[in-house]
């Protein structure tokens, strides 16, 4: 099992754009959640889904979205970036929704 | 609030000597508590859950509830233990497994 799995790797946007990023979970694994590094500081918890529903909910604008599919992978939406949306976009899946969570490699984004 | 507060950003121990790398939380509730580690250029993975009380590669960590503190210890470091280290807690229940995470520290262990 390769484990969660994150794309792209990198990626460049500037202001006022709109990015998708997207989360494959553990094979087996129903709940994905999303995390935001800032450079220096810990993961911060922007989404959880299971079952394709809505578990939880951080402290982040409209502008950031997500989604499950049926077959359990994820997208993260933030639209019209801004320079503070630059970080480490992590992804981690578990079995239920209080399982260990295994995290992805995380996607770069760079705001210009 | 819930909130992890570790205290040290970088901490530098020599070969073979004992590590501790202080987490301190802040709850209302009684939380599970984690410590992550990543290895470099390697992906944030579990090192250990309070709830398992398992010990991985020499690590243990124990819970005070009095002192809210979740420190994470070593006796004897290894060179292969330098690496970044976040305490992270969560909720139990429904919708409060989300995981809060300290801001890291980063160990160096001295040759």
């Known amino acids: 099992d390769a484990g969660v799995t994150q794309s792209p790797t990198h990626l460049i946007k500037t202001r006022g754009q709109h990015v998708t990023l997207r989360c494959s979970p553990i094979s087996g694994h129903k709940s994905v959640s999303w995390y935001q590094q800032v450079l220096g500081q810990g993961p911060q918890f922007i989404f959880q889904y299971y079952e394709k529903e809505e578990r939880g909910r951080g402290n982040f604008p409209d502008r950031f979205s997500a989604r499950q599919f049926p077959n359990y992978s994820s997208e993260l939406n933030v639209n019209a970036l801004l320079l503070g949306d630059s970080a480490l976009y992590l992804c981690?899946?578990?079995?239920?929704?209080?399982?260990?969570?295994?995290f992805g490699p995380g996607t770069r984004l760079t705001v210009l | 609030a819930q909130r992890v507060t570790q205290p040290e950003k970088l901490l530098s121990v020599f070969k073979g000597a004992p590590v501790e790398l202080k987490c301190n939380y802040s709850y209302s509730g009684s939380p599970e508590l984690f410590w992550y580690v990543q290895y470099s250029r390697q992906r944030l993975q579990l090192l250990l859950r309070h709830i398992s009380r398992e010990s991985i590669k020499g690590f243990t960590a124990d819970l005070n509830k009095g002192e809210t503190s979740f420190h994470l210890k070593k006796p004897f470091a290894q060179e292969e233990d330098s690496a970044m280290y976040y305490c992270a807690l969560s909720g139990r229940g429904f919708g409060n497994e989300k995981l809060t995470f300290g801001t890291g520290t980063r160990l160096t262990i001295i040759p």
């Open positions: 981690a899946s578990s079995p239920g929704g209080a399982d260990t969570q295994y």
